[in-house]
């Protein structure tokens, strides 16, 4: 599958951005999908995941109450709702999938499929 991850952009602090991650196959809704976050010199974090029908949702302690994964199997679409942005947001924010009928883990490892990425910059 190939993803296509889309919505980031430069937001003041307490903004908000919602991401998109596309995906090229129908059969998207098989796959769990979670989003993953680096910031400049920094490592690889999980931000969010969600299960393949949409029915469980994990969040980084982080972003927790902040951010809000969802999505739309419809339309092979995932979806991160990103309010009350701070600085330590900033970062290149990359989507991932893995044909998975379970919960979405955290670590990059469990991901076969990964999208481009796209950038979130969050200003003072």
């Known amino acids: 599958v190939q993803l296509q991850a889309s919505g980031g952009g430069l937001v003041q602090s307490g903004g908000s951005l919602r991401l998109s991650c596309a995906a090229s196959e129908r059969t998207f809704g098989t796959y769990a999908v979670a989003w993953f976050r680096q910031a400049p010199g920094k490592e690889r974090k999980f931000a969010a995941g969600?299960?393949?029908?949409?029915?469980?949702?994990s969040y980084a302690d982080s972003v927790k109450g902040r951010f809000t994964i969802s999505r739309d199997n419809a339309k092979n679409t995932v979806y991160l709702q990103m309010n009350s942005l701070r600085l330590e947001d900033t970062a290149i924010y990359y989507c991932a999938a893995r044909r998975w009928y379970g919960s979405a883990g955290s670590t990059s490892q469990e991901y076969n499929y990964w999208g481009q990425g796209t950038e979130v910059t969050v200003s003072s």
């Open positions: 969600i299960s393949w029908s949409g029915g469980s949702a």
